[in-house]
């Protein structure tokens, strides 16, 4: 370990390590080796973490800060991290896996997120109310909820940051992050960016550990009003158990198996090559992967000879490497997962169409792109998240058929849906039981368009102008503007 990089957290301004010392290794899932240690924070690390936000939350220079200076450092924020993308993503990538050309765009297109927001600090608003009380004016005011707890996975880890720290910062309040254990150093290495950008201290904290001791104080503590959560289901359900003794509001954005489908008048060209990036594009390691592929009969073989050929060519290897196409997974628990689900696939009947198994000749938690041809809708892995690169067909032959299947789900995150007809493509959209629905596009992202699931993908929405308003919360102000003194009520009139 002598040789490893040495990480710390960032509380109250200062880096530290864990109270206690602890620590434990990340690993680059290109070889499995261990290239980094991060601190393993106890529960009094992530009470003292609170605790600084609480202070710079009401008594720190942030509290006297007016909307616009927020602002201000909000878009600081976003010039710091777009100059420092480049060294960012690599670190990403060496952590997670996740292809360098995506990490490296990701991180310079999310300072978009961040200038977003600083306009949006000074933008929120209250109201006056045309009461029904003579000689009253009342109005409504918007103030910050309090310290944020933000809980992000390891994939996507800066964007999924930023949707939280953006709207979180720009109403005002103050927040500690705790990164995944299986990806932290680009959190940390984003925490350099808060006091260059001018961020008091304690006002932004990122504590990193396992899910108990770390997650769970955090999530439970008695300080935290909001609590935005970004993972899987049964995470997402301990989650809920830990707010309910400080009544925190909550936010989940969780995972999803998403449906794309194709009808026989699509662009095929289109069709499949949206396909393809919707599943095979971070090795499948996205929530919102369109792994339920649903063609229509008449289309069906020509769209998978199509999409097979191209599977089949995806150069798979270093995700640092420029010419690499597809990445590794993150963790030796999704191979495993992939793999068990993969055969249980085939021994119900599904036919494996390309790949299946390993990379042949690769170290590293490498996956083959995958297709499996699926005779039934109840077989397993139709809904089952595998959360990497393997993708589900089936066929349809109309529209109430395909809706009826697509709905079938306990996931409701995300859709796509390939037609030329427009009429359909509202009317498909509105059936679609999900958050976000893509009409001949898929993946698609903006700071603008708010994202979010329903069902066991979650509750709530991130990013957009909404979001800001979700970490705030309304104070109403009377006001008697009568100059009559108020009559004593123990007196007869």
């Known amino acids: 370990m002598t040789n490893l990089m040495k990480y710390q957290m960032l509380i109250d301004g200062a880096w530290v390590d864990a109270e206690d010392g602890g620590c434990f290794e990340t690993v680059d899932p290109t ?47 976003g010039d710091l991290l777009a100059g420092k993308s480049e060294d960012l993503g690599r670190i990403e990538t060496r952590d997670t896996g996740k292809m360098f050309s995506e990490t490296r765009w990701q991180a310079k297109y999310i300072a978009e997120f961040f200038h977003f927001y600083a306009g949006a600090a000074d933008k929120i608003d209250g109201k006056t109310l045309p009461i029904d009380k003579p000689d009253m004016f009342v109005f409504t005011d918007r103030e910050p909820l309090g310290v944020v707890a ?36 680009s959190m940390l290495e984003f925490g350099r960016l808060i006091a260059e950008a001018g961020i008091p201290d304690g006002v932004v904290n990122i504590v990193t550990g396992h899910g108990d001791p770390c ?50 008048d699509a662009d095929l060209e289109s069709a499949v090559n949206g396909s393809v990036a ?67 696939a085939q021994a119900e009947g599904g036919q494996l169409l390309t790949g299946g198994k390993r990379v042949a000749g690769l170290d590293g938690l490498f996956f083959e792109p995958t297709i499996i041809d699926c005779p039934r809708h109840d077989m397993t892995i139709v809904d089952t998240e595998l959360f990497g690169p393997v993708l589900s067909v089936l066929r349809f032959r109309d529209e109430d058929e395909v809706v009826a299947h697509a709905n079938a789900s306990k996931h409701g995150l995300a859709a796509g849906i390939f037609t030329r007809d427009s009429a359909r493509s509202i009317r498909m959209a509105r059936r679609i039981r999900a958050g976000i629905i893509w009409v001949n596009t898929y993946r698609v992202i903006s700071p603008i368009a708010e994202f979010g699931g329903m069902k066991t993908s979650g509750y709530g929405r991130e990013s957009g102008m909404q979001a800001v308003y979700d970490y705030t919360r309304p104070k109403t102000v009377w006001m008697n503007l009568s100059a009559t003194p108020i009559a004593n009520p123990f007196q007869p009139r």
């Open 278 to 344: 919707g599943i095979f594009a971070a090795a499948g390691q996205s929530c919102v992967a369109g792994s339920r592929l649903y063609l229509h009969e008449s289309i069906a073989d020509e769209f998978l000879d199509k999409m097979v050929k191209i599977a089949r060519g995806i150069k798979i290897g270093d995700p640092q490497a420029e010419d690499t196409e597809m990445g590794p997974l993150c963790t030796p628990a999704q191979m495993a997962h992939i793999e068990a689900q993969v055969a249980l």
């Open 215 to 264: 997650g769970k104080t955090l999530t439970s503590h008695p300080l935290v009003a909001r609590v935005s959560f970004t993972g899987g289901p049964s995470a997402a359900a301990h989650v809920i158990r830990n707010t309910a003794e400080n009544f925190a509001e909550i936010s989940l954005e969780l995972g999803g198996k998403s449906p794309f489908i194709v009808f026989g």
């Open 31 to 77: 070889n499995n080796m261990p290239w980094a240690t991060v601190p393993e924070a106890t529960a009094a690390d992530v009470d003292r973490a609170v605790k600084a936000a609480e202070r710079a939350m009401y008594d720190g220079p942030w509290a006297g800060m007016t909307a616009t200076e927020r602002g201000k450092c909000l878009r600081r924020l």
């Open 150 to 185: 933000a809980v992000v996975p390891w994939n996507s880890q800066l964007f999924l940051s930023a949707v939280k720290i953006g709207p979180a910062l720009a109403a005002g309040n103050a927040i500690v992050l705790k990164a995944s254990e299986f990806g932290s150093a």
